[in-house]
């Protein structure tokens, strides 16, 4: 037992790492939600933010776009040029992907300021590639709403979650720790 935990020591770390670091992220997120509840911005104030930057984005594309709060639940319903075409919810906002992201750049991290700034820029990059998701998805539900189960379920979540792995690649093999150890 004790030579496979030798042998396993990097991949027993990362594991643990990447567990106890998604797991407090995801806690402290809960907290913020949980505290949101009766917040003037509604349903939460990251979910209020992305539905009024997308409907700001939708504008710029010559959309009429109106972001207003779901009666029956929440999450912010999504109307453009007066019809509705989708909801914004929590899980719209990015934050959890964002903590994926952020667990795993830790559990493998770098150096220091490599490490925080490669979780800023990559944060900042899925949050502007999420935004811009519920914009070209809305204007398909707009122009195609038929297409709206593989739209939403196959190919956004495709592209936010491919992009989030190539982003891992990138920084197994050229900013962690293991790849100093490696070479």
């Known amino acids: 037992m004790k030579t496979l935990f030798i042998k396993y020591k990097s991949v027993i ?37 992305v539905s009024r ?43 959890s992907v964002i903590i994926l992201f952020m667990s795993f750049i830790i559990a493998f991290s770098g150096k220091l300021k490599t490490t925080f700034f490669y979780i800023l820029s990559g944060s900042v990059l899925i949050y502007v590639v999420n935004l811009m998701r519920i914009v070209i998805i809305s204007i398909g539900l707009y122009h195609y709403p038929e297409q709206q189960e593989i739209m939403h379920t196959v190919v956004f979540p ?16 050229r900013f962690s720790k293991l790849k100093k150890k490696d070479a």
Not at 21 to 41: N, P, R
Request: hydrophobic content about 50%.
């Open 158 to 173: 495709g592209i936010i979650y491919g992009m989030v792995f190539l982003l891992w690649i990138f920084w197994v093999n």
């Open 53 to 95: 930057q997308s409907e700001v984005l939708l504008s710029a594309f010559g959309y009429d776009a109106q972001m207003i709060p779901h009666p029956e639940e929440a999450s912010m319903k999504l109307i453009v040029n007066g019809k509705y075409v989708a909801r914004i919810i929590e899980g719209c906002n990015s934050i």
């Open 13 to 49: 770390k990362f594991i643990f790492t990447f567990l106890l670091v998604y797991v407090s992220f995801s806690v402290i997120y809960k907290l913020y939600l949980d505290a949101s509840e009766g917040s003037i911005f509604y349903p939460d104030y990251m979910t209020h933010l």
